[in-house]
């Protein structure tokens, strides 16, 4: 189909993620954890010592990783990123929005959503005709 993204052909594909330590952690011990042979792993930890470059480069390189399906990435962390995030318009890897425990969802700053919003607004526009 035309405007799809590839993933990797041995028919597997990983979740990356970018989080705080408490997500992170959990997602590990749920399995999600995965370290190449160059050491490259599938996530960022962000604490109070890591930079917006850092959180930048990591997107980038998740984003561009041919092995990844979906990154998943703390709200409050998409936000430091936004110009990225909202920018990012390939289908795969998907970028989903979640919340953390000390920062709640917020789906007003949600890009995915409100791009869905956007959709289904136009379409019901257009059915009106």
Same mark, same amino acid.
């Given at each position: $189909? ?18 705080? %330590? ?6 590990? $011990? ?9 050491k490259k792993t599938n996530y960022l930890l ?9 959180? %930048?480069?990591?997107?980038? %390189? ?13 709200? +409050?962390?998409?936000? $430091? ?6 920018? +990012? ?7 989903? %929005? ?6 709640? +969802? ?11 919003? +956007? ?11």
């Amino acid at each position: $189909m035309a405007g799809r993204g590839n993933i990797a052909a041995n028919n597997s594909a990983l979740i990356a993620i970018i989080a705080d %330590e408490d997500t992170v952690t959990g997602f590990l $011990m749920a399995g999600v954890g995965n370290v190449d042979l160059r050491k490259k792993t599938n996530y960022l930890l962000v604490d109070n010592k890591t930079t917006v470059k850092q959180i %930048e480069d990591a997107f980038k %390189e998740f984003t561009a990783r041919d092995d990844i399906a979906i990154v998943l990435i703390s709200q +409050y962390i998409a936000n $430091m990123i936004r110009f990225l995030v909202d920018s +990012y318009n390939k289908p795969i890897p998907a970028i989903l %929005e979640i919340p953390s425990k000390d920062h709640p +969802y917020d789906p007003a700053s949600d890009s995915v959503l409100s791009r869905v919003k +956007y959709l289904f607004s136009s379409d019901s526009s257009t059915d009106r005709r």
